[in-house]
């Protein structure tokens, strides 16, 4: 369960929001919108603990994410909007090392299969520089094919994604809600998420 | 727990600003009364030394500024662990307006110091221990000032500036005692800048230059801490009133 | 916590082995700084040796500089780095790693390569041998040190040369125990006391300077 509490965040001059709070159950999504520059990836940043709030405590399992520290991190997986993928490795390469920095278990077996199901079989042992954008894009969201862990915060998944993919990452965030899993995310489109509850959050 | 109430009460910059500014005439007042003491102990009372002549005098300004370098980095280092430790904003502001007064310090303590050099040992430089740290020290200040001026958000400015202090607060020592060591190794000026036999007024003269020197120091960084401060928080509701009030 | 600094080594000595070009052009750097102080100052052997130390180490003082800059700003530019503080271990541990990484891509071939340029300087083979020692013990030092630095200054304008100034006054002390050890070995001193200081001063920045650089990239990335 993941809480957040009368959240205040100011960026440089502006405040951005102030009082905001949500609750967030097992199987559930809360997707958040609002325009740009409303404050939505400075609230993601917050949520993984990587900018102190000015105001307010975030909660995760009824304690302060602040405390939990490395245990809040072990439960979270974070897809930024930058890929996070080294170029000069390859996707194989790149799913391997992430997941070994992450302290996660990840069989060569699991990553290729991972690959295979974003659709670059055949493109595991090609540096990520050979890659298109798109391409580049998948590989990064290959990492949630076999994750396990409880809680997804996601910047703007869906973008740069063709019709085919979206439905396809939809179809994997909706079996992590139907595993009892949480997810948070921003996006700009009207995206459907067959299974698990869809909460909005407007930030104005 | 009213100790503790009116320790963040006077960390808040709405109530720091106007304290700040009734402070300020009265450290200019005592800068230029200890000032005014030292100088006329210094420069009138003071016996000529009978081995360098009129031309040691310049230790009134040179000491105390020696002194004000080393001490203003502590003062800022002290700020900024406190502004790590307890995220108050007043602690980043304060460091930064100490930071050209202390650069200023050592600068002069350089200056000077080169100036006693030329008639004492007959050159304007020499690689002495202390000399060379100071002359590190200048360096730790312009880093400093440096990276707190390229940093466009000053939340961030403060935090990395912060650090920056603290790193260096460990370091001197290691780089003190490191450039005294090569210093012997080479023996190359083995100049000895204490001397044992120092007239009571000549150390009372610097003692009273010094205080003119702090009192200084602490008004000039009241008074940059209230522009840093007017600056920063220019869109709250206390700067505007203040601004308004000024303007009548 | 071994694994995990054993893992961030291995990515990053694979990154440094797929770009080359990086590691070569610091150790050409090196050469050619070195190589240039005899043109500057006139060949006599006696004043090249008197020389030698001070200019060797100020030479991989610069070299290990160069390299600095990009010690975070790649990590930081893709997004890795983010995902480096949110592992679920002190971002100290992945830092360690990586500064271990960089010596070995940076300070360890400067180590190597400098008894060939001492040759050029007329040094002794006593001499050279603790050449390489003091440049081998103390080059740690500079890329732990240096890290703070490379996290102060990440992602600003500018960034290069505001490194140099606030990294250079910091290395001081290696600068004097490093090039000190050689300069007590050629006078016939002995270079075992500043050896040893060296060795301290790698040994306390290893175990200090990633921790500091840390904190520093947590304020970089909020």
Same mark, same amino acid.
């Given at each position: 369960?993941?809480?957040?509490?009368?959240?205040?965040?100011?960026?440089?001059?502006?405040?951005?929001?102030?009082?905001?709070?949500?609750?967030?159950?097992?199987?559930?999504?809360?997707?958040?919108?609002?325009?740009?520059?409303?404050?939505?990836?400075?609230?993601?940043?917050?949520?993984?603990?990587?900018?102190?709030?000015?105001?307010?405590?975030?909660?995760?399992?009824?304690?302060?994410?602040?405390?939990?520290?490395?245990?809040?991190?072990?439960?979270?997986?974070?897809?930024?909007?930058?890929?996070?993928?080294?170029?000069?490795?390859?996707?194989?390469?790149?799913?391997?090392?992430?997941?070994?920095?992450?302290?996660?278990?990840?069989?060569?077996?699991?990553?290729?299969?991972?690959?295979?199901?974003?659709?670059?079989?055949?493109?595991?042992?090609?540096?990520?520089?050979?890659?298109?954008?798109?391409?580049?894009?998948?590989?990064?969201?290959?990492?949630?094919?076999?994750?396990?862990?409880?809680?997804?915060?996601?910047?703007?998944?869906?973008?740069?994604?063709?019709?085919?993919?979206?439905?396809?990452?939809?179809?994997?965030?909706?079996?992590?809600?139907?595993?009892?899993?949480?997810?948070?995310?921003?996006?700009?489109?009207?995206?459907?998420?067959?299974?698990?509850?869809?909460?909005?959050?407007?930030?104005? | 727990?009213?100790?503790?109430?009116?320790?963040?009460?006077?960390?808040?910059?709405?109530?720091?600003?106007?304290?700040?500014?009734?402070?300020?005439?009265?450290?200019?007042?005592?800068?230029?009364?200890?000032?005014?003491?030292?100088?006329?102990?210094?420069?009138?009372?003071?016996?000529?030394?009978?081995?360098?002549?009129?031309?040691?005098?310049?230790?009134?300004?040179?000491?105390?500024?020696?002194?004000?370098?080393?001490?203003?980095?502590?003062?800022?280092?002290?700020?900024?662990?406190?502004?790590?430790?307890?995220? @108050?904003? /007043?602690? !980043? #502001?304060?460091?930064? *307006? +100490?930071?050209?007064?202390?650069?200023?310090? &050592?600068?002069?303590?350089?200056?000077?110091?080169?100036?006693?050099?030329?008639?004492?040992?007959?050159?304007?430089?020499?690689?002495?221990?202390?000399?060379?740290?100071?002359?590190?020290?200048?360096?730790?200040?312009?880093?400093?000032?440096?990276?707190?001026?390229?940093?466009?958000?000053?939340?961030?400015?403060?935090?990395?500036?912060?650090?920056?202090?603290?790193?260096?607060?460990?370091?001197?020592?290691?780089?003190?005692?490191?450039?005294?060591?090569?210093?012997?190794?080479?023996?190359?000026?083995?100049?000895?800048?204490?001397?044992?036999?120092?007239?009571? @007024?000549? /150390?009372? !003269? #610097?003692?009273?230059? *010094? +205080?003119?020197?702090?009192?200084?120091?602490? &008004?000039?960084?009241?008074?940059?801490?209230?522009?840093?401060?007017?600056?920063?928080?220019?869109?709250?509701?206390?700067?505007?009133?203040?601004?308004?009030?000024?303007?009548? | 916590?071994?694994?995990?600094?054993?893992?961030?080594?291995?990515?990053?000595?694979?990154?440094?082995?797929?770009?080359?070009?990086?590691?070569?052009?610091?150790?050409?750097?090196?050469?050619?700084?070195?190589?240039?102080?005899?043109?500057?100052?006139?060949?006599?052997?006696?004043?090249?040796?008197?020389?030698?130390?001070?200019?060797?180490?100020?030479?991989?003082?610069?070299?290990?500089?160069?390299?600095?800059?990009?010690?975070?700003?790649?990590?930081?530019?893709?997004?890795?780095?983010?995902?480096?503080?949110?592992?679920?271990?002190?971002?100290?541990?992945?830092?360690?790693?990586?500064?271990?990484?960089?010596?070995?891509?940076?300070?360890?071939?400067?180590?190597?390569?400098?008894?060939?340029?001492?040759?050029?300087?007329?040094?002794?083979?006593?001499?050279?041998?603790?050449?390489?020692?003091?440049?081998?013990?103390?080059?740690?030092?500079?890329?732990?040190?240096?890290?703070?630095?490379?996290?102060?200054?990440?992602?600003?304008?500018?960034?290069?040369?505001?490194?140099?100034?606030?990294?250079?006054?910091?290395?001081?002390?290696?600068?004097?125990?490093?090039?000190?050890?050689?300069?007590?070995?050629?006078?016939?001193?002995?270079?075992?006391?500043?050896?040893?200081?060296?060795?301290?001063?790698?040994?306390?920045?290893?175990?200090?300077?990633?921790?500091?650089?840390?904190?520093?990239?947590?304020?970089?990335?909020?």
């Amino acid at each position: 369960m993941l809480e957040a509490d009368n959240l205040e965040c100011v960026r440089g001059e502006r405040r951005l929001f102030a009082g905001l709070g949500f609750r967030l159950n097992p199987g559930e999504l809360l997707n958040l919108q609002g325009r740009n520059g409303s404050g939505k990836t400075s609230l993601l940043r917050m949520l993984i603990g990587l900018l102190p709030p000015e105001n307010g405590e975030i909660r995760w399992q009824g304690e302060s994410i602040r405390k939990l520290g490395d245990d809040y991190r072990g439960d979270l997986c974070y897809l930024g909007h930058l890929n996070a993928i080294k170029e000069e490795l390859t996707p194989l390469e790149n799913l391997l090392a992430a997941a070994r920095l992450a302290e996660e278990n990840l069989s060569e077996d699991d990553a290729l299969d991972a690959l295979e199901q974003v659709g670059l079989a055949g493109r595991e042992d090609l540096a990520c520089k050979y890659l298109s954008q798109g391409q580049k894009r998948r590989v990064a969201l290959a990492r949630l094919v076999k994750e396990k862990r409880p809680l997804w915060i996601l910047d703007e998944p869906f973008v740069a994604l063709d019709v085919a993919a979206v439905d396809w990452l939809a179809g994997i965030i909706s079996g992590h809600l139907q595993r009892g899993g949480l997810a948070v995310m921003t996006t700009h489109q009207q995206v459907d998420i067959p299974a698990g509850t869809v909460r909005e959050l407007r930030l104005s | 727990m009213t100790d503790r109430f009116n320790l963040y009460r006077f960390a808040s910059p709405a109530t720091f600003y106007p304290l700040a500014g009734r402070m300020i005439p009265w450290f200019i007042a005592a800068s230029i009364a200890f000032g005014l003491a030292g100088l006329w102990l210094g420069m009138l009372v003071a016996p000529t030394d009978f081995q360098q002549g009129e031309g040691y005098r310049i230790i009134f300004i040179h000491v105390p500024a020696s002194w004000m370098s080393m001490f203003i980095y502590l003062v800022m280092a002290f700020w900024a662990a406190i502004g790590l430790a307890f995220n @108050t904003r /007043l602690s !980043g #502001m304060m460091a930064q *307006a +100490l930071a050209p007064t202390g650069a200023l310090m &050592a600068f002069l303590s350089l200056w000077t110091g080169a100036l006693w050099g030329k008639p004492m040992w007959g050159t304007w430089w020499v690689w002495d221990a202390r000399l060379t740290s100071e002359l590190i020290l200048l360096f730790l200040y312009i880093g400093y000032m440096a990276l707190t001026a390229a940093i466009d958000d000053v939340r961030r400015a403060d935090k990395a500036g912060g650090l920056l202090l603290l790193v260096g607060v460990v370091n001197i020592p290691i780089i003190y005692f490191s450039v005294q060591w090569w210093n012997t190794l080479h023996q190359g000026s083995s100049v000895n800048l204490t001397k044992s036999s120092m007239a009571v @007024t000549m /150390l009372w !003269g #610097m003692l009273l230059m *010094a +205080l003119c020197f702090w009192m200084y120091s602490i &008004a000039v960084a009241l008074a940059r801490a209230r522009t840093i401060m007017l600056e920063r928080e220019r869109h709250t509701d206390w700067v505007k009133a203040e601004l308004a009030g000024e303007q009548k | 916590m071994l694994k995990i600094i054993l893992a961030v080594i291995g990515r990053d000595l694979k990154l440094a082995m797929r770009r080359q070009a990086d590691i070569v052009s610091a150790i050409f750097f090196f050469v050619i700084v070195v190589s240039l102080f005899p043109l500057g100052v006139g060949p006599e052997p006696d004043l090249l040796r008197t020389l030698a130390p001070g200019v060797l180490w100020v030479a991989a003082l610069l070299a290990t500089m160069l390299s600095l800059p990009r010690l975070f700003a790649d990590d930081h530019r893709d997004g890795t780095l983010e995902q480096l503080a949110l592992a679920p271990h002190p971002l100290g541990i992945v830092v360690t790693g990586k500064v271990i990484a960089h010596w070995l891509v940076s300070g360890l071939p400067l180590a190597l390569i400098a008894p060939i340029l001492g040759i050029q300087f007329d040094l002794s083979s006593k001499a050279l041998l603790i050449l390489t020692g003091s440049i081998l013990l103390g080059t740690p030092a500079l890329s732990g040190i240096g890290a703070i630095g490379a996290a102060l200054t990440l992602g600003l304008r500018g960034g290069g040369v505001l490194l140099s100034l606030l990294v250079l006054p910091l290395y001081i002390p290696v600068l004097i125990f490093g090039a000190g050890a050689v300069d007590a070995t050629v006078s016939g001193l002995g270079g075992e006391g500043h050896l040893s200081l060296l060795a301290a001063l790698t040994f306390a920045s290893l175990g200090f300077a990633p921790w500091a650089s840390a904190a520093a990239l947590k304020i970089a990335l909020e």
